[in-house]
Structure formats: C-alpha cells, structure tokens
C-alpha cells in the first residue's frame, strides 16, 4: 500500500438536530460542496483528487432544508479528499491501514478522537455519559465518554448547565426531570469565547442556546438523556429518555470543570496553548503567525481543526490550500509539513496525549503552579 506521509484533509460529515440551525459561521458556509484546496507541485506518490460529495446525513434534494446541529469531523464517514486514501473514509483507512494511520500507541482500528463542532438555537437535552467500566459492563462494544468544550462563538442568550446545585439529591432531580423540569436544580453559566469546559463521566450537562463550540470526546456516541423538556424529535415523535441508565452513572458531586486556566506559552510560530488534557484525548490551541515547520509523531495520530485564516500546507511533494473550517489529519509517518499563513491562523491540535510528557512537564518547565495543572491535566 502506498505510504501515508503528509497531511490529509477530511470531509466534515452533517448531523440534523432539532436544536440546529442553518447559519454555521464562522466556520462553514452551509449548504456547500467540500472542496480540494488549491495545489502546486507534485502530489505524493499515489495522490489523487477526491471526488466532491453531496454532505453526509442529508436526505438527496433537501440540502438546505435541514436544521444542522452538530458538524463531525472525524466520524467513520468523513472522506480523505487528498492522497493515496482520497475518497475512502476515515472508518476504511482506518481498518486498512491500523498503525500505519492511527499510531502504534493504539491496540485497535477505530479512530480515537471523536471531534466536532456542534451549532445551537435551543437547549439540548440533559443529559449524562458513562465511564468506560459501566459502558464494558452495560453498553457492550461501546466505549464510555470524557469530553470537552472549546467555546467558539457566543450569540444573545447563550447558556450551559454543568453540574447540580448543591443540595440536590438524585430523588429529587429524577422527580424533577420524569415532568421535564429538571433544568432549575442545575448550575447553569454563560460561555465566554475561547473557554474550554472539561466533563468527565457522571457529569449533568446539557448545552444551551446561541453557542457555537468545538468538543473532542472518546470516539463513542453512548449517551443517557434524562429530561428533554417534553420535546418532539426530528420524526415527530418524543425522543427516549434513558432514566434508569442515566441515574445509575450521575456523580452529584463532581464539580463543575469550567474556564480552565488559560496557559499559553510562546512559539517561534507565534503562540501554543495547553487547553485540556486527560487520558482519551488532548487538545492544544495554535496561533500562527508566520510559517511554521511540524513533524508527525510514531505513536500517535493528530487532528488540526482551522478556527480562522488560510494558507498553505507545505512538503516537499508540494503544497495544498487550506481554509477556516478545514480538519486535517498528520499521519505517524509525516516527517515534516510547514504551516504558511496568509494570514494570521488559529487552529485546534487534538490527539491522544501522553500527559506527563505533553502537557504536566510542558507547564511544569514553564512555572505553572500545581494547581493550575490540576485544572487542566486530568486523570
């Protein structure tokens, strides 16, 4: 099989949400076709173009009819639009090719990040995900899920619950949430932009209106909704309630792990920031504001999700384009790729992290207090 070496880019694959809207800026303009960036140059060897899909998950003629709520990223259907796997999905190369894409620190072929960005104009359900114990136990085949929330964009009104008001019992809450009012015993704040919320298992959490976010999560979609307000789903028909799973794994007394500490440090390129990091994933924060050179890593693969700006994606077979709301994956193999900006870009690095290496030294070296390291590093 041909070698994967430099950077690949994925097609973003449409979820429709009740909650959703039309308008996805400042990330994508919707409805549209994905596109292959510019080039120059020769390609990598075995490189071609994709062709350019209709989005996935939406029904043929219906494009611009769909509420959308949610963007993935790296979901099994997203398509390579460029290299020796353009036109394959990220679920296919990942079972073809194993750690020759994935890593060599993975024992399996599934791709370990789940990322996305979600889009809102209503509360999403509460809701709550279970550790990987119960999920082996109770969700066989399926992982439990930590996530995290990096806050884009905030619009009038915007608002998240995280947690239980003190005093609170789990009585009390699944009385509240069986007549759809379990919304006033949660701790509900305002998101301000740039924010990153860390939610592990057990956590109540539901997101609010006016938000636009990016969120890195185990690669499993095992989610218990306990109260969604007396809705209807997309079908017309109230969607299920998960009371007796979902109780099970709600942890009252987690705290709420929110506007972690914002430690940047300096970069010849411009600036890194160390947003969050646990076990399942980590995710980094990338001010470019010159050209910058990268190289991939043997045990791991890595995501770079474009906040804002476009340039250049630079190795020695050339160059590709890129642009705000592209994701791009940096085999094991990629020896060296250089950023080019052509104008100030601020990406979002997601990867599978050794946390003593990547981030608990990094800080350490640069005098961030313990504390503040706990806050941001979790186990």
């Known amino acids: 099989m041909p070698q994967l070496d430099s950077p690949l880019l994925l097609s973003p694959v449409y979820k429709p949400k009740i909650w959703g809207r039309r308008d996805l800026a400042p990330l994508f303009s919707y409805p549209e076709r994905p596109r292959l960036p510019r080039s120059k140059g020769s390609r990598a060897r ?11 998950g939406l029904p043929k003629g219906h494009e611009g009819a769909q509420l959308i709520g949610e963007v993935w990223l790296t979901d099994d259907a997203s398509r390579f639009l460029n290299g020796p796997v353009a036109g394959v999905t990220l679920g296919e190369a990942s079972r073809q090719y194993g750690a020759e894409l994935l890593g060599r620190s993975l024992n399996h072929c599934r791709f370990p990040v789940l990322a996305k960005y979600l889009f809102t104009t209503d509360w999403l359900s509460v809701q709550v995900h279970p550790d990987d114990d119960y999920a082996a136990r109770r969700e066989p085949g399926s992982l439990g899920k930590s996530e995290m929330w990096y806050i884009v964009k905030t619009g009038r009104g915007a608002r998240f619950l995280l947690g239980a008001k003190p005093g609170v019992t789990k009585e009390r809450l699944r009385a509240a949430a069986e007549k759809g009012a379990s919304k006033e015993l949660l701790r509900q704040f305002r ?30 979609d095992v989610t218990y909704r306990l109260d969604d307000f007396g809705r209807v789903g997309l079908d017309g028909k109230p969607r299920p309630l998960h009371l007796d799973k979902g109780f099970e794994v709600v942890r009252l007394e987690q705290p709420a792990h929110r ?87 601020r990406l979002l690095r997601f990867y599978v992290p050794d946390i003593d290496r990547d981030f608990r030294s990094v800080l350490a070296k640069r005098r961030v207090s313990a504390a503040a390291i706990k806050k941001i590093c979790f186990d």
Do not use: M
Not at 46 to 56: E, Q, W
Not at 191 to 220: D, M
């Open 46 to 56: 075995g490189s071609r173009a994709a062709p350019a899909p209709v989005p996935a």
């Open 191 to 220: 998101p301000k932009a740039r924010e990153a919320i860390f939610v592990p298992p057990g956590t109540l959490h539901a997101l609010g209106p006016g938000l636009a976010l990016f969120e890195a999560e185990q690669n499993s």
């Open 259 to 345: 506007n972690l500490p914002r430690v940047t440090v300096r970069e010849p390129f411009g600036a890194r920031r160390l947003v969050a990091a646990c076990r399942h994933f980590a995710v980094e924060e990338l001010l470019v504001r010159k050209a910058a050179s990268f190289a991939g890593s043997p045990e791991r693969v890595e995501g770079l999700s474009v906040l804002e700006g476009d340039g250049r994606v630079e190795t020695s077979a050339g160059w590709l384009g890129y642009r705000t709301g592209d994701t791009w994956l940096i085999p094991p193999a990629t020896r060296q790729y250089r950023l080019v900006p052509r104008e100030p870009t």
